[in-house]
T-cell receptor, first 110, second 111 residues
């Protein structure tokens, strides 16, 4: 079993939809949680960074961490075609090493 | 502008050849990392360095080597011992245990 599980998709939604992306994990020592967006043939771009449990909002993006369920989510409101990309979750147990999910490919259709 | 630069964007390797990928950052970050990304797979850690003149092997270090002589620079050499080097290579940096910031990547292809 992988430490971090993420459904690779692809996930296709109409423009304007609310998108929910999720990851589950098995290591209860993880404390730092991140979401990255990666466009094709580009480096990952940090979208959200959270510590421990709770919610964090930044514009159209909301990150949620539920440590009791070992489950993290990224919500995208009013999705746009420019949001079409691969979304990677990542987490760390304060060791400096990030463990990444496989990535979910999202397509937002106009 | 602060950031991470990687060069070249594309690199071609011949059989038995060693090639070196460059990674430079001007973010004043202490830690630097090298990842390999293959289609349909997540990022796999090759090597990382948390301080100058020190580095550790990641999950897939065989066939690769690194150096960290300067805080700003963390070059990766893909040696002839790496039998399947075709991949997208990503360099990242961070302040301590915080989030990592990535460069634009180098795509390595075998001739």
């Amino acid at each position: 079993q992988k430490e971090v599980e993420q459904d690779p998709g692809p996930l296709s939604v109409p423009e304007g939809a609310i998108v929910s992306l999720n990851c589950t994990y098995s290591n209860s020592a993880f404390q730092y949680f991140m979401w990255y967006r990666q466009y094709s043939r580009k480096g990952p771009e940090l979208l959200m960074y959270t510590y421990s449990s709770g919610n964090k909002e930044d514009g159209r993006f909301t990150a949620q961490v539920d440590k009791s369920s070992k489950y993290i989510s990224l919500f995208i409101r009013d999705s746009q075609p420019s949001d079409s990309a691969t979304y990677l979750c990542a987490m760390s147990a304060n060791t400096g090493k990030l463990i990444f999910g496989q990535g979910t490919t999202l397509q937002v259709k106009p | 502008d602060g950031g991470i630069t990687q060069s070249p964007k594309y690199l071609f390797r011949k059989e038995g050849q060693n090639v070196t990928l460059s990674c430079e950052q001007n973010l004043n970050h202490d830690a630097m990392y090298w990842y390999r990304q293959d289609p349909g797979q997540g990022l796999r850690l090759i090597y990382y360095s948390q301080i100058v003149n020190d580095f550790q092997k990641g999950d897939i270090a065989e066939g690769y080597s690194v150096s960290r002589e300067k805080k700003e620079s963390f070059p990766l050499t893909v040696t002839s011992a790496q039998k399947n080097p075709t991949a997208f290579y990503l360099c990242a940096s961070s302040i301590g245990q915080r989030a990592q910031y990535f460069g634009p990547g180098t795509r390595l292809l075998v001739l």
